[in-house]
């Protein structure tokens, strides 16, 4: 599972992150998703929201097992699908080789002064497909 991904973003659980029981409360694994998009950005040489802007529009998560206070994670971020418009990030978070949460993250591109969709630039796709140890999907339209 983790040979898939070719990047990785270390997060320590916070105490505000747990519910009662001490666990990561369910919720906030899509705060790692979007932590993770944003250095797996950093990582192609964007800034994300400065450089180049995409915004979510479907989110899903299957949990395996908990997170708990102070767990030490790993969050992976691989591009699985590429399109002209919009891509979808598969992540996985682990706790040492535990493999802890299983999720993906839609996004659709958008010109940073106007907020709309627009096509994903060649720069991008260029670096993404040059970036992935697994190649992405690809499909002409989205």
């Keep these: 599972m983790r040979a898939a991904f070719n990047f990785s973003h ?12 001490g666990i990561v409360f369910n919720g906030n694994y899509f705060l ?6 944003g250095e797996w950005l ?3 040489g964007f800034e994300p929201a400065t450089t180049i802007e995409f915004f979510t529009v479907r989110a899903e998560a299957d949990y395996k097992a ?7 994670l790993d969050v992976a971020a691989r591009c699985a699908r590429l399109g ?3 891509m ?5 978070v682990f706790r040492g080789e535990d493999l802890l949460t299983e999720g993906a993250l ?3 591109h958008a010109d940073l002064s106007t907020r709309k969709s627009t096509p994903i630039p060649k720069e991008f796709i260029d670096r993404v497909l040059a970036f992935e140890r697994t190649a992405p ?3 002409s339209a989205s």
């Design 10 to 21: 270390p997060l320590r659980v916070r105490w505000a992150e747990c519910d009662a029981q």
């Design 32 to 37: 790692y998703f979007d932590v993770a998009m």
């Design 42 to 44: 950093r990582a192609l």
């Design 66 to 72: 908990p997170a708990k206070f102070d767990d030490m």
């Design 84 to 86: 002209e418009k919009s």
């Design 88 to 92: 979808t990030l598969k992540f996985a």
């Design 106 to 108: 839609t996004y659709v």
């Design 137 to 139: 999907e690809r499909k």
